[in-house]
Nanobody, 126 residues
Framework: EEQLVESGGGLVQAGGSLTLSCAAS????????IGWLRQAPGKVREGVAC????????YYTDSVKGRFTISADGAKNTVYLQMNNLKPEDTAVYYC???????????????????WGQGTQVTVSS
């Protein structure tokens, strides 16, 4: 059974940092792209960063570029999202999800992902 399990969310002050982890199992990790998506109350769930485990390519949306860093540890089948200089507008439930080959367009769209984690709350206070 395909599983993604997120951890590392929490409450942090603006300007602070958090690192999210996503542990994958039940599928061939190296064949997939792992993305981080977020959903704030009343808003659409959308991708903010992804990494291809095939070739290491990464992509970030403009809202997080320069502040967030995505990385993968193939030995542990785990993907990380290091989030620095957090802002109140980063407050959301963060999900990791798996898809095949990504593009700058498809990585943003929740319906393009095949497998999902349960989500972890990130709250940034001002």
């Amino acid at each position: 059974e395909e599983q993604l399990v997120e951890s590392g969310g929490g409450l942090v002050q603006a300007g602070g940092s958090l690192t999210l982890s996503c542990a994958a199992s039940g599928f061939t990790f190296d064949d997939y792209t792992i993305g981080w998506l977020r959903q704030a109350p009343g808003k659409v769930r959308e991708g903010v960063a992804c990494i291809s485990n095939r070739n290491g390519d990464t992509y970030y949306t403009d809202s997080v570029k320069g502040r967030f860093t995505i990385s993968a540890d193939g030995a542990k089948n785990t993907v990380y999202l290091q989030m620095n200089n957090l802002k109140p507008e980063d407050t959301a439930v963060y999900y990791c999800a798996a898809m095949g080959t990504f593009t700058a367009v498809t990585m943003r769209v929740a319906s393009q992902y095949d497998y999902w984690g349960q989500g972890t709350q990130v709250t940034v206070s001002s």
